[in-house]
Nanobody, 124 residues
């Protein structure tokens, strides 16, 4: 069983920045999702183990950067220019498949393991 542990959430004013981290061991494609109250969990970003490619949802593209440090078994989500609509619980996820399948990353069923989530609140 893979254990994923998120950190870095908090309260920030609109326009501010946060960096989330997720500790995870193993050669997995990793991703971030988020879930706002009363809404479906939605895809945010993904990065294969190689780190050579990154994938983003349209809602965060240009404002967020996903990265990973495999030596530290950690992935990151740098979020800039935050908006109140970014308020959500952010979840880290891992995909066991060795295939690079970007068309599937937005599908929650693609992901095999999930963290407990970290709250991000953006105040206006």
């Amino acid at each position: 069983q893979v254990q994923l542990v998120e950190s870095g959430g908090g309260v920030v004013q609109a326009g501010g920045s946060l960096r989330l981290a997720c500790a995870a061991s193993g050669r997995y494609t990793m991703g971030w999702f988020r879930q706002a109250p009363g809404q479906e969990r939605e895809f945010v970003a993904a990065i294969p183990w190689s780190g050579l490619n990154t994938y983003y949802s349209d809602s965060v593209k240009g404002r967020c950067t996903i990265s990973r440090d495999n030596a530290k078994n950690t992935i990151y989500l740098q979020m800039n220019s935050l908006k109140p609509e970014d308020t959500a619980v952010y979840y880290c996820a891992a995909d066991r498949s060795p295939l690079n399948r970007p068309l599937s990353y937005s599908n929650r069923a693609t992901w095999d393991y999930w963290g407990q989530g970290t709250q991000v609140t953006v105040s206006s």
